[in-house]
């Protein structure tokens, strides 16, 4: 039986590696609500530990199905573009798979990537590498100690490609011989963090969070607190995923999560529509450039806005279905308001993990109801997972860069694909066309969810 093999907007060039490729409508009536850098060792007494400091972000970088760069994704969500479209790979009739369609990396990483970066890094380490290069780059490179730059990069499922790639070689050859060296280090959930942290020269730290679909948000959560317990002055945070591999669309699909809409892939991811049935797999990373607001202020580095706060919790219900009433959901963005020292009047806008299944986007309006009781009224919901389709480990990650381009631009993103919305989302949802949010000094909400019950939910404040 012949390896997967991958689609690629370009030929793909030989290797024995990984084998990888590439108007608005009110809310409706609702129940009452339930309340490059110096090496030199830094003196260590130099750092105060003990005042909590404002965490700002210096860069961003993306890579996704609707643009290789974070403006090209910007604007595919401002225009409404879907980034779901058919799989021509052999593997998608080979297996008979029912679902035919994915929301696939646009941008191929050989066009970015030298050949010995796409040879010795699965696909999962090649996206969050661009990434990770676009969001230094944005930052200006900023001159810092190598041991107080830390990374942190998530992942859900980690080097799948490479994992079986592998496997079927050794199958077929019965021979270690034809194995690459460097696979173990490829398929390792922490493969993504060790790329980026040699690439930088980061020596404060490199550490993975692996929580499903919550990874990627609760990687820059755990970014922040890295800096305000003085661990770090600048940590390269985000998320990444390169799941499109037939393993993962036949697991999701036994499962029933994945939108069957083969004849319209642009229109399957609906959230909040009465005829959503499931999400769309997609692929990507995104990642930021967190700083002490006192290390940006002092090399004059622009600010796009602070990260205010995490909120994390468990709901400890069930491995793969959120608990209906989102107690622990609303546990979480409770948390993060409060943290951030805002009430929930503060928060003017939500980007929502609204994954467009039938259970998940009302639990997860329950969650926010549950959280803010009437006040949720104030806020504006958009999910721009109905364009880019849903990133798994590194969803969060790419949802808080478009919640701080929200601010930063003061639009919140009409969701798309509604046509006729859920009676039982008792939210301010976005559609028809974006949303101006007010000016002055504002502050949104970014929610995270993955199986297992992780919760996350970050608060990001204009700068």
Request: hydrophobic fraction near 40%; charge should be negative.
């Amino acid at each position: 039986m012949p390896r997967p093999g991958r689609e690629r907007r370009t030929s793909r060039p030989a290797h024995t590696g990984s084998g990888g490729r590439n108007g608005d409508r009110a809310a409706p009536e609702r129940p009452p609500a339930t309340p490059h850098h110096s090496t030199h060792h830094p003196s260590r007494g130099a750092h105060n530990v003990s005042t909590p400091k404002r965490v700002v972000v210096t860069g961003m970088g993306t890579t996704t199905p609707v643009g290789g760069t974070v403006p090209e994704t910007w604007q595919a969500i401002l225009a409404g573009r879907s980034g779901a479209r058919p799989m021509t790979f052999d593997w998608v009739t080979e297996y008979n798979l029912p679902v035919t369609f994915g929301a696939l990396i646009h941008t191929d990483p050989s066009e970015v990537l030298t050949k010995v970066e796409v040879r010795r890094q699965d696909p999962n380490g090649q996206y969050a590498l661009i990434a990770a290069r676009e969001a230094w780059a944005d930052a200006g490179a900023p001159d810092v100690e190598a041991e107080r730059l830390a990374v942190v990069v998530g992942t859900g499922i980690g080097g799948v490609w490479t994992l079986l790639n592998q496997w079927d070689i050794l199958k077929e050859s019965k021979t270690t011989r034809k194995i690459f060296p460097l696979s173990v280090p490829m398929l390792m959930p922490n493969s993504a963090t060790a790329a980026v942290s040699l690439d930088l020269g980061a020596r404060a730290g490199a550490h993975t969070a692996v929580s499903a679909c919550a990874s990627g948000a609760e990687s820059i959560g755990l970014g922040m607190e890295m800096i305000k317990s003085g661990r770090a002055d600048v940590v390269v945070a985000g998320g990444t995923e390169a799941a499109v591999h037939p393993i993962c669309f036949a697991g999701f699909t036994q499962m029933q999560a994945l939108s069957t809409r083969n004849d319209e892939p642009e229109r399957a991811s609906r959230p909040y529509d009465t005829g959503r049935d499931g999400f769309v797999l997609g692929e990507g990373a995104g990642i930021v450039v967190l700083e002490s607001e006192e290390h940006a202020k002092a090399r004059g580095a622009k600010v796009y806005a602070e990260v205010a706060s995490v909120g994390m919790s468990a709901d400890a219900h069930h491995i793969a279905a959120p608990e209906p009433e989102g107690a622990g959901a609303s546990r979480a963005m409770v948390e993060a308001v409060e943290r951030a020292g805002l009430s929930a009047s503060d928060i003017v806008h939500v980007n929502a993990h609204a994954t467009s299944t039938p259970v998940g986007d009302i639990a997860e309006s329950n969650a926010i109801r549950r959280a803010f009781g009437e006040t949720a009224d104030g806020m504006c919901v958009s999910a721009t997972k109905s364009m880019t389709g849903h990133l798994l480990g590194a969803a969060g990650a790419l949802e808080t860069i478009l919640t701080i381009l929200a601010l930063t631009e003061r639009t919140a993103p009409a969701t798309i694909n509604i046509d006729d919305r859920d009676p039982e989302i008792y939210l301010d949802v976005v559609h028809g066309e974006h949303r101006r949010l007010p000016d002055g000094d504002i502050a949104a909400l970014n929610n995270s969810f993955g199986f297992g019950g992780h919760n996350v939910a970050l608060v990001v404040k204009s700068a």
